[in-house]
C-alpha cells in the first residue's frame, strides 16, 4: 500500500529525513518510535503533503503511484489520512460542519454526488457513539476550547468518519488519560480491516498496548535505524533509546 | 467644468425646481455656502489621509438625472431579499419607482423624502428632525444642499413593524456618469422597533457617485437594527453618510457588508444622548481587485453608563485597499461608558494593504474601554489541517473566512440577510459550501 524509497525531505534547507526505507501493506499496523527530534513528525507530515517540507530526493508510493507531486487534499481523497499531534483550532466551524464538508468534497474528488442529509446524520451518529463522543459537542467549533483528550478523540472520530486506507497517528496518545486512551484504541481497532493499513507514531510503548503492532521501527536521526516485532517497543520502554544511539554511532 | 463648479452652478436651477418651504430653503442655503467654501475632501485632511477621491471625481458626472427609466421586477429581483414579505422603497436613478415599491401610511409612514419635505403634515417632524444629526462637513452639506429625494419612514410609539423596510436605489447607466443624492429620514419614537435594509446597486458599468446621507433618530427605548448591503460593481463609487442620534435606553445597530464597488466610504456617526443606550456597529469587508473601502466611525458617549459595540472583519486580496478608522469620544460625564472596538484583518495578497487607526478620546475617569486590531494572514496550519482531510485549498481558504466573518453574521438578526450574505461571500470566493454557518 504504502512504499517509501530513500526518502529525504528538508524544511528551509534543513534535512530532516535522509533516506527513510519504510513498507507498509494493508492490513498491517506499524508503529514509528524514537527520540525526539528524530524526524517521526516530518515523516507524517511528508506523507500527508505538507507544502512546507520539500522532497529532495527519494519517493513515496501509495497504491503504486508516486503521490510527492499531489497536494494534500488529493492524498486525502486517495485514502491517506493523518491525525495531528496538535490539532489546529477553527473557530466558527463547528464539527459537524467540518466533517460533512471534508465529506462532499472527497465524493466530489471521486465523481460522486453530496451525501444525503439523512446518511450522513446516521453516519455521524455512528461514528461518535464509537468513540463516545456527545452529540453537543459536534455542533461546537472545530477543537477550540476543547480539552487535549477531546482533540485526539475528535481526530479519530475524523478518521471514523472518512474511513481512510493509511492512517497515521501521529502521537495520538499525548495529552490522553488512561480512559481517554482506551477509548481512542478502541476505536482505532474497531476500524482496522484487513483492506486497511495504520502507521502509529509514538514515543511511548503505552498506546501499543492497546492498539498492538506487526512491526516496530525506530527513526533516528531522519533514519529508520531498526525494525522488529512489537518486542523492540517493549525493549525501548525499558532501556530507552540510549543504546540504540551508541549502536548508529558506533 | 470640475464637479464643483457645476454642482455650485446647479443649485440655483435645482432651488427653484423643488418647492420653496423657507425652513428648508434655508438649510439647503447654508449647505451650499459650507460646501463652496469646503469643497470636495482631500488627503490633506486627517479624515482623508488614506482614501483619495480623484479618481472618482474625474468624470463628467450628471448631476440631476432627470429621464424617468423603468425596469422590470424580474430583471432585478436578486438584489431584493424576496423571499420574505417587507416595505419597499425603491429608486431608479434617483427617482421613485412606484411600481417596485410598497409603501404604507397605515400606522405608519414609509414614503418619500420629497412628500415629508414639501407636505404640511410631516412639517413638524421635518422642523424637529431634518438635518439636526448630520454634521456640517462639506459632502454631507453637499447632500444636504441638494436633499430632495430619499426615504422618509418614522414609526410612531409603541409600535412594533413586522416587516423589514426595504430601501433600494437603482442606476440604470442610461447617462454616461450619473451622480446620486439620496436623503434619508428615519425616526422612531417610543418602544417602537424597525428593521431596515439599505442597499445601493448599478446596472451597468457607467461610472456612478452615490453621495449619501441617512439620519436616524431612536428615541427612548426604541428600537432600530439597519443593515447596509454594499455589493456594486467596478464603476461605482459610494460615500455613505449615516448618523445615528439615540435617546435614552434606546438599542441601534448597524451592520454594514461591503463586498464591492470601486470606492466605498463610510462614514457612520452615533450620539448617545441619554442614559443607557447600546450602540452596535458591525461590518464584513471582502474586496479583491482594485477596490477600495473605508470605515470610518464615531461613537460619542455623552451620557453616563452607556455601551457601544463596534467589530469590524475585513479580507482584502489583490490590489485591493481597505481602511478603518474608529474614533470613540467619551465625555467628562459620561461615567459608567464602556466601549469595545476591535478591527480584525486578513491579506491574503502581497499586494493588498489596510489602514487601521483606533482614535480614543476618553475624558471620562471611570470607563471600561477596549481597542484592538490584527492585520494578518490566512492560518497555514488551519490550511494544511482542513486540506489533509481532504477540503480543497479554495475551499479550505472560503471556510477560513468564512470563519473569520462568522462573529459578525451571527448578530444578523434577520436569518434571509444572514443566507443573502453568505451566498454573496460564496459567490465572491467562487465556492459553494453547502451549508450555512
Given amino acids: 500500500m504504502l512504499k517509501i524509497n530513500n526518502l529525504h525531505a528538508s524544511i528551509e534547507d534543513k534535512g530532516i529525513l535522509r533516506g527513510v526505507n519504510l513498507e507498509v501493506k494493508a492490513g498491517e499496523v506499524h508503529a514509528i518510535m524514537g527520540p525526539n527530534g528524530s524526524g517521526k513528525s516530518t515523516l507524517a507530515a511528508v506523507i500527508a503533503g505538507k507544502e512546507e517540507y520539500e522532497v529532495t530526493e527519494g519517493s513515496i508510493l501509495f497504491d503504486n503511484e508516486d503521490i510527492n507531486e499531489l497536494a494534500a487534499e488529493e492524498r486525502a481523497h486517495k485514502g491517506v489520512f493523518l491525525s495531528f499531534q496538535y490539532p489546529v483550532e477553527i473557530p466558527g466551524v463547528s464539527v459537524t460542519n467540518f466533517m460533512k464538508t471534508a465529506i462532499n468534497e472527497t465524493r466530489k474528488a471521486k465523481g460522486l454526488e453530496d451525501m444525503p442529509a439523512k446518511d450522513m446524520l446516521k453516519l455521524i451518529r455512528e461514528k461518535s457513539e464509537l468513540l463516545e463522543i456527545d452529540r453537543k459537542f459536534l455542533s461546537r467549533s472545530l477543537n477550540e476550547g476543547f480539552s487535549g483528550g477531546e482533540k485526539k478523540r475528535n481526530e479519530i472520530f475524523q478518521m471514523a468518519m472518512l474511513e481512510p486506507k493509511l492512517a497515521i497517528l501521529d502521537e495520538t496518545d499525548s495529552g490522553l488519560d488512561i480512559d481517554a486512551l482506551r477509548i481512542v484504541a478502541n476505536g482505532v481497532n474497531k476500524l482496522k480491516s484487513k483492506d486497511n493499513a495504520v502507521i502509529v507514531i509514538t514515543h511511548y510503548q503505552r498506546l501499543l498496548e492497546y492498539i498492538v503492532p506487526d512491526f516496530v521501527h525506530v527513526l533516528y536521526n531522519g533514519r529508520i535505524v531498526k525494525s522488529g516485532g512489537k518486542e523492540l517497543a517493549h525493549e525501548l520502554e525499558e532501556k530507552g533509546y540510549d543504546w540504540i544511539k551508541e549502536e548508529v554511532n558506533a | 467644468m470640475e464637479l464643483k463648479e457645476k454642482l455650485i452652478a446647479s443649485f440655483l436651477a435645482f432651488e427653484n425646481e423643488v418647492d420653496t418651504d423657507t425652513f428648508i430653503h434655508n438649510v439647503r442655503n447654508e449647505a451650499i455656502k459650507i460646501f463652496e467654501e469646503k469643497g470636495f475632501p482631500t488627503k490633506k485632511e486627517e479624515a482623508w489621509k488614506y482614501t483619495s477621491l480623484n479618481s472618482v471625481l474625474k468624470d463628467d458626472y450628471s448631476v440631476f438625472p432627470n429621464q424617468e427609466n423603468t425596469i422590470e421586477y424580474n430583471d432585478v429581483k436578486k438584489y431584493f431579499i424576496h423571499d420574505i414579505d417587507t416595505f419597499k422603497v425603491?429608486?431608479?436613478?434617483?427617482?421613485?419607482?412606484?411600481?417596485?415599491?410598497?409603501?404604507?401610511?397605515?400606522?405608519?409612514?414609509?414614503c418619500l423624502m420629497s412628500s415629508a419635505l414639501t407636505k404640511?403634515?410631516?412639517?413638524?417632524?421635518?422642523?424637529n428632525y431634518f438635518n439636526k444629526a448630520a454634521t456640517k462637513d462639506s459632502l454631507t452639506s453637499l447632500n444636504t444642499a441638494f436633499s430632495s429625494e430619499g426615504v422618509y419612514i418614522h414609526i410612531p410609539k409603541n409600535k412594533l413593524v413586522q416587516k423589514p423596510i426595504q430601501v433600494i436605489y437603482f442606476s440604470t447607466g442610461n447617462e454616461s456618469a450619473t451622480m446620486l443624492q439620496p436623503r434619508n429620514l428615519v425616526v422612531v419614537d417610543e418602544n417602537s422597533h424597525v428593521q431596515?435594509?439599505?442597499?445601493?446597486?448599478?446596472?451597468?458599468?457607467?461610472?456612478?457617485?452615490?453621495?449619501?446621507?441617512?439620519?436616524?433618530?431612536?428615541n427612548k427605548r426604541a428600537i432600530v437594527d439597519y443593515y447596509k448591503i454594499q455589493n456594486d460593481n467596478l464603476n461605482a463609487t459610494l460615500i455613505d453618510n449615516t448618523f445615528v442620534k439615540q435617546k435614552q435606553e434606546s438599542?441601534?445597530?448597524?451592520?454594514?457588508?461591503?463586498?464591492?464597488?470601486?470606492?466605498?466610504?463610510?462614514?457612520?456617526?452615533?450620539?448617545?444622548?441619554g442614559e443607557r443606550i447600546e450602540s452596535t456597529l458591525k461590518g464584513i469587508t471582502i474586496i479583491g481587485d482594485k477596490q477600495h473601502v473605508d470605515h470610518n466611525t464615531l461613537v460619542h458617549h455623552i451620557e453616563?453608563?452607556?455601551?457601544?459595540?463596534?467589530?469590524?472583519?475585513?479580507?482584502f486580496g489583490e490590489n485591493s485597499t481597505g481602511v478603518f478608522n474608529g474614533k470613540i469620544i467619551v465625555n467628562k460625564e459620561a461615567q459608567k461608558t464602556n466601549a469595545f472596538q476591535a478591527n480584525n484583518n486578513i491579506l491574503i495578497s502581497d499586494k493588498a494593504t489596510i489602514n487601521t487607526k483606533p482614535q480614543l478620546e476618553i475624558f471620562a475617569d471611570d470607563v471600561k474601554c477596549s481597542h484592538g486590531c490584527t492585520i494578518g494572514q490566512l492560518d497555514e496550519s488551519a490550511m494544511f489541517y482542513m486540506r489533509s482531510r481532504g477540503i480543497p485549498e479554495k475551499e479550505a481558504k472560503a471556510l477560513l473566512m468564512y470563519a473569520f466573518s462568522n462573529n459578525v453574521l451571527n448578530s444578523v438578526k434577520i436569518p434571509e440577510i444572514k443566507q443573502r450574505i453568505t451566498k454573496i461571500i460564496a459567490d465572491k470566493l467562487g465556492v459553494n459550501l453547502g451549508f450555512d454557518l
Fill in chain 2, 251 to 273: 438599542v441601534a445597530s448597524v451592520h454594514t457588508f461591503s463586498f464591492g464597488g470601486k470606492l466605498v466610504r463610510n462614514n457612520l456617526n452615533f450620539y448617545q444622548t
Fill in chain 2, 196 to 218: 431596515i435594509i439599505e442597499r445601493h446597486q448599478s446596472l451597468t458599468d457607467n461610472p456612478v457617485l452615490t453621495n449619501s446621507v441617512t439620519e436616524i433618530f431612536t
Fill in chain 2, 120 to 127: 404640511p403634515k410631516y412639517r413638524l417632524i421635518v422642523e
Fill in chain 2, 90 to 110: 425603491v429608486f431608479i436613478d434617483g427617482k421613485y419607482s412606484s411600481h417596485l415599491s410598497q409603501t404604507t401610511h397605515d400606522g405608519l409612514d414609509v
Fill in chain 2, 304 to 315: 453616563p453608563n452607556c455601551e457601544s459595540h463596534q467589530d469590524y472583519k475585513g479580507i
